[in-house]
């Protein structure tokens, strides 16, 4: 019998071990030294709160799941009822087919037809490659096999966790420059500066009972990255990517977890991206994108 997660293949290098779901190309867990960096999900349930998904070809949501494309109106399905918007894409219920299965590498494909929303049709690959040194990097691919333009945005949704317990008493550190604000049904209505809020995470401090859903921008150009920290596990646990490929970040708090792991989600576009057209990828016939970010963890000193 198959579950909702289709097979899990495992990748084991050094003290790091990970599960890769074929549904949705999710990652499944990850641990160092036995410990939780990822929060894992069970493969027989439908992962909570889109958990370790890949999302495309759109990540966050479409207002009303409706946009204008090439002079075309577009209505996609809604899947999310509390704000009537569509959520995370169409790729994360799919099976990927498997491409590659080695000892630390996974590349898993999937084709993604044109359909009623969505008239585009794009190859999708996802790499999952475990190292040692280095921890887990995660790459995803699009290619536009189509005919014709197609919008595109991405990102992958981890829980992160650094071992057990609540993020409560975790230290969050990352230090984008401005907050999207959304409204009541999550639609993005401005862009703040972070800098003296209540998000503010430039200097490393506890989360405690703060609650965070928002998407973040305005890193400096290059690499960037999040840190949790747990002092009660001395563990750290770091997500990074750079700006060419996620010049955006969501971050939750994961209430719909327990607030046992936080949700880090690099994107390459906003919010909603599909209606205001920031930083949303238009990829011609042939041409790809690329979306790659790493997550790997160390003791504390």
Known sequence: MRGPNGRLLQLEAGAYRAGIATVGAGLQSLTYNGLDIVLPFDMVEIPPAYAGKTLAPWPNRVAGGAYRFDGAEHQLPVNETAT???LHGLALWNDWAILTAGDTTVVL??????????????????????????????SLTALNAGCSAAPYGASSHPFLTAGPGSIDESTLQ??????????????PVALEPVAGTRWDYATARTIGSDTIDHAFTGFPAGPWQVTLENPGAGLSTTLRSTTDCAPWV??????????????VEPMSCPPNAFNTLQDLVILQPGEQHLLRYFLSASFLA
């Open 174 to 187: 990352f230090a984008p420059a401005s907050i999207l604000l959304v409204d009541e049904k999550a639609v």
């Open 250 to 263: 969501q971050v939750y708090s994961g209430e719909l977890r327990g607030r046992l792991g936080l949700a």
């Open 109 to 138: 494909g999937h084709t993604l037809h044109g359909q009623p929303g969505y008239p585009f049709q794009l190859e999708l690959e996802a790499t999952f490659d475990l190292q040692a040194d280095t921890g887990l990097t995660y």
């Open 84 to 86: 009537g918007s569509a």
